[in-house]
Nanobody, 117 residues
Framework: QVQLVESGGRLVQAGDSLRLSCTAS????????MGWFRQAPGKEREFVAQ??????VYADSVKDRFTISRDNAKNTVYLQMNSLKSEDTAVYYC????????????WGQGTQVTVSS
């Protein structure tokens, strides 16, 4: 069983930068595809970014503004968010997908990011 704990969410101003962290425990972190998702009020959860080995995938809405990275020695995945916009306001979730799975198996509790304009 993998446990994921996100941190770093807070209230920021439009145009600011913020880095989210997600630390995993209970699994072989380096073998997992790690992802970030977000859910805004009244909307469905949406994909933000994922990282598998060195392969990175981003949603069009965050491409060129957000960067996902990982530190396998620390069992941590990061989401660097630059040029934040009010529409980035959401609860951000970290997720992990095991090599044998076709979907994300494990989810964190979420961290709130609020961008004030």
């Amino acid at each position: 069983q993998v446990q994921l704990v996100e941190s770093g969410g807070r209230l920021v101003q439009a145009g600011d930068s913020l880095r989210l962290s997600c630390t995993a425990s209970g699994g072989t972190f380096s073998s997992y595809t790690m992802g970030w998702f977000r859910q805004a009020p009244g909307k469905e959860r949406e994909f933000v970014a994922q990282i598998r080995w060195d392969a990175l995938v981003y949603a069009d809405s965050v491409k060129d503004r957000f960067t996902i990275s990982r530190d396998n020695a620390k069992n941590t995945v990061y989401l660097q968010m630059n040029s934040l916009k009010s529409e980035d306001t959401a609860v951000y979730y970290c997720a992990a997908r095991s090599p044998a799975s076709s979907s994300f198996d494990y989810w964190g509790q979420g961290t709130q990011v609020t961008v004030s304009s």
